[in-house]
C-alpha cells in the first residue's frame, strides 16, 4: 500500500540556521510528490511538487526539494530559515487512482524556530 | 482572484444539532474533497467529489453527509450521528485531468466545535 512517512513531529532549529525535513514514500512507481505548508488555523498552501525531470525542484518562500529515487524520498531544504517559516509541513504523494486525483499525506513535521 | 472559500471560520455547535459547513470554489475545478484534522493525526479523507451528482465516501465518513449539485460547490453536513464532531475541517478542489496529478488547493478551513 501506499504510504508516507515523515521521521520527525517536531524540529527547532534557529533563526538563520538551515533546515532540511525528510519525507520517505512507498509507493511502486515514480509518484507525484508534494510539500505543503500550514500555518495555525489556516488551510494548506503548496511549497513545490514534484513530477520527474531534475532532481533539485525550487519551490516558493525560498525552499527548495531533492528527490532521490534510490532512497525513495524527497527532502525539503532551506538554507537559511527565517522566524516566519514557523508551520507545519506535510509532504503528500499524488496518485491517480479510480480516475481521480488522490493525494496521501505524511502525518506532518511541526517546525518552531528559535531568535 | 481564484480559490476556495471555506465559511464560517469558526462554528460552535450544540450536541444533537446537524450542522453544515460551506466550500465554494471558483477554480473550475472538477474535483472537491473534504478533510479532517485533529491534532496530531494528520489529514484524513471524509468525502470527495468528481463531478457534480456524484461523490464518495472516504475513510471517516461516518456521521457526515455531502451534496454536489454545483460544481462549484460542496457543503458538508456534520449530523448529529458523528460521535467526535470538535475537528478542524478543511476543503480543497484539484484539476481532474486523467494522467496527471497536480495536487489540491485548499481553503483557510472552518474549526467546528461542539459545546
Known amino acids: 500500500a501506499q504510504s508516507v512517512t515523515q521521521p520527525d513531529i517536531h524540529i527547532t532549529v534557529s533563526e538563520g540556521a538551515s533546515l532540511e525535513l525528510r519525507c520517505n514514500y512507498s509507493?511502486?512507481?515514480?509518484?507525484?510528490l508534494f510539500w505543503y505548508v500550514q500555518s495555525p488555523g489556516q488551510g494548506l498552501q503548496l511549497l513545490l511538487k514534484?513530477?520527474?525531470?531534475?532532481?533539485l525542484v525550487q519551490g516558493i518562500k525560498g525552499f527548495e526539494a531533492e528527490f532521490k529515487r534510490s532512497q525513495s524520498s524527497i527532502n525539503l531544504r532551506k538554507p537559511s530559515v527565517h522566524w516566519s517559516d514557523a508551520a507545519e509541513y506535510f509532504c503528500?504523494?499524488?496518485?491517480?487512482?479510480?480516475?481521480?486525483?488522490?493525494?496521501?499525506f505524511g502525518a506532518g513535521t511541526r517546525l518552531a524556530v528559535h531568535p | 482572484d481564484g480559490g476556495i472559500t471555506q465559511s464560517p471560520k469558526y462554528l460552535f455547535r450544540k450536541e444533537g444539532q446537524n450542522v453544515t459547513l460551506s466550500c465554494e470554489q471558483n477554480?473550475?475545478?472538477?474535483?472537491m474533497y473534504w478533510y479532517r484534522q485533529d491534532p496530531g493525526q494528520g489529514l484524513r479523507l471524509i468525502y470527495y467529489?468528481?463531478?457534480?451528482?456524484?461523490?464518495q465516501k472516504g475513510d471517516i465518513a461516518e456521521g457526515y453527509s455531502v451534496s454536489r449539485e454545483k460544481k462549484e460547490s460542496f457543503p458538508l453536513t456534520v449530523t448529529s450521528a458523528q460521535k467526535n464532531p470538535t475537528a478542524f475541517y478543511l476543503c480543497?478542489?484539484?484539476?481532474?485531468?486523467?494522467?496527471?496529478?497536480?495536487?489540491?488547493?485548499f481553503g483557510s478551513g472552518t474549526r467546528l466545535t461542539v459545546v
Open positions: 480543497a478542489s484539484s484539476i481532474s485531468f486523467l494522467g496527471e496529478n497536480y495536487g489540491y488547493t
Open positions: 509507493y511502486g512507481a515514480t509518484p507525484y
Open positions: 514534484y513530477f520527474s525531470g531534475d532532481t
Open positions: 503528500a504523494v499524488g496518485l491517480i487512482s479510480g480516475g481521480y486525483n488522490k493525494l496521501i
Open positions: 477554480l473550475n475545478h472538477d474535483a
Open positions: 467529489s468528481q463531478i457534480v451528482n456524484d461523490f
